[in-house]
Nanobody, 129 residues
Framework: QVQLVESGGGSVQPGDSLRLSCAAS?????IGWFRQAPRKEREGISC????????YYANSVKGRFTISRYNANNTVSLRMDTLTPEDTAVYYC?????????????????????????WGQGTQVTVSS
């Protein structure tokens, strides 16, 4: 199983940016980012495939968030721009050895928690004026 450690959360104002990082130890084929706001279901927002860099973004973050991989140090980052209060949530990264991030496929078959076998501890992002 992959060990995952997230970092980079915090409190910001609307319109600000944050960059989350997920450091992984062990083999994985893809890393995904999920978020869970109070009283809401966990939402899969983005993923990236380690081998070829294919990515997926949920409509709620498309155009504002950018996922990147750094295979040399087994790190995936999530750059979040133009943050709004609706982005307030605990953000989790997750890894899986079989999952593949095909954007066209994932637009129809949304990524869900059970797609991933390893999880980080989560990092809080709060957007408030």
């Amino acid at each position: 199983q992959v060990q995952l450690v997230e970092s980079g959360g915090g409190s910001v104002q609307p319109g600000d940016s944050l960059r989350l990082s997920c450091a992984a130890s062990g083999f994985y084929n893809a890393i995904g980012w999920f978020r869970q706001a109070p009283r809401k279901e966990r939402e899969g927002i983005s993923c990236i495939t380690r081998s070829d860099g294919t990515t997926y973004y949920a409509n709620s973050v498309k155009g504002r968030f950018t996922i990147s991989r750094y295979n040399a140090n087994n790190t995936v980052s999530l750059r979040m721009d133009t943050l709004t209060p609706e982005d307030t949530a605990v953000y989790y990264c997750a890894a899986d050895s079989m999952f593949y991030c095909d954007n066209d496929y994932r637009q129809i078959h949304k990524m869900v928690s059970t797609d991933f076998t390893s999880w980080g501890q989560g990092t809080q992002v709060t957007v408030s004026s």
